[in-house]
């Protein structure tokens, strides 16, 4: 084990799981060689607490990232150094937790000081573009300088709830509120809202949120619409945004984790979990990014936390078994 916890870019917090057994899957094997673990939570899930537990981390360190002069994180791309919103909002949310814990002012001046460099990041009509063109091989797509997110957006509206909590400054309201606005515009009229007809025509009806937007077909990356959930979760439940967007955000919550159970039993490859859903809209070999394994079985749990539904606890039981030991 590391002495100190790094961020890993999209990953979770909390005490890790060691993993001991062998398997004959190569997934599984790949994930025990890396020493990957699965994050247990130990705290319900709620609104404007802390997030995911990043707090037990002792720094916000994410590989392939550095700080500029003024202190925002910047990501490394090959030889590039760029700004992004996720970074920055995971950042921001990491020092949030911090300032629980300690009620330390620097704590509270470092999350406050990255809640407002997202909002610099923030174009007028609330979307989080990412000012850099970046390629994703197994997408077959290049997204161009102002490509969007789904989980930028959603996590942006998990740091203004934090935000407004601790200051009642009403631009975190308007800023979430732009920002949801944004996330619940239509892939087809440029935004990050998409269905589940790419999957079935019988689910047209079914919303959801794409990380990667991808055309003519869905790729339905899953931790991101996770991650976008719970931004919809921290600002729907928040009374203090009811007239921000908070009551159609409840609603697309509900709506939102009705959309996941559908497809949840497509991401296992038998025996590990894929990336995304690219294997049956694109139709290629399954996306496996051994790492993300272990983020989809934090989410399910945290899922099950948040709904009480059991469906969520079966699925983080089985992805589970999947790399416990025996």
């Not at 945004?241 to 709506?255: N, V």
């Amino acid at each position: 084990m590391r002495k100190i916890l790094i961020l890993s870019l999209l990953l979770c917090f909390a005490a890790p799981i060691k993993i001991y057994a062998l398997s004959n899957n190569h997934y599984v094997q790949q994930y025990i060689e890396k020493d990957y673990q699965y994050q247990p939570f130990i705290q319900d899930y709620k609104i404007n607490n802390d997030y995911l537990n990043f707090s037990t981390a002792k720094e916000f360190k994410p590989e392939k990232f550095t700080w500029d002069e003024n202190g925002i994180p910047m990501v490394k791309y090959g030889t590039r150094i760029e700004y992004n919103p996720v970074t920055t909002a995971q950042g921001a949310l990491f020092y949030h937790g911090k300032f629980l814990t300690s009620q330390r002012s620097e704590d509270r001046e470092a999350f406050l000081k990255l809640a407002d460099a997202l909002i610099k990041m923030q174009s007028k009509d609330g979307a989080f573009r990412y000012s850099f063109s970046h390629r994703i091989p197994h997408l077959k797509t290049r997204y161009p300088a102002g490509w969007v997110s789904g989980m930028a957006q959603g996590q942006a509206l998990s740091v203004f709830s934090r935000a407004y909590e601790v200051t009642k400054d009403i631009k975190y309201k308007l800023a979430g509120n732009a920002s949801f606005n944004f996330l619940t515009t239509p892939v087809s009229k440029g935004g990050t809202m998409t269905d589940l007809s790419h999957i079935s025509s019988k689910w047209k009806d079914q919303i959801w949120f794409e990380e990667y937007v991808t055309s003519p077909k869905n790729n339905y990356t899953l931790n991101g619409y996770i991650y976008t959930l719970l931004g919809l979760y921290d600002w729907g439940y928040n009374p203090e945004m009811a007239s921000y967007g908070g009551e159609k955000a409840k609603i697309l919550f509900q709506r939102g984790q009705d959309s996941v159970k559908k497809i949840l039993l497509k991401y296992d490859v038998g025996g590990y979990t894929a990336y995304d859903l690219s294997h049956l809209t694109l139709k290629q070999e399954p996306h496996v990014v051994i790492e993300y394994h272990r983020v989809h079985i934090s989410q399910m749990y945290v899922m099950y936390r948040l709904t009480g539904s059991k469906y969520f606890l079966e699925y983080y039981n089985r992805w589970k078994s999947y790399v416990d030991p025996v």
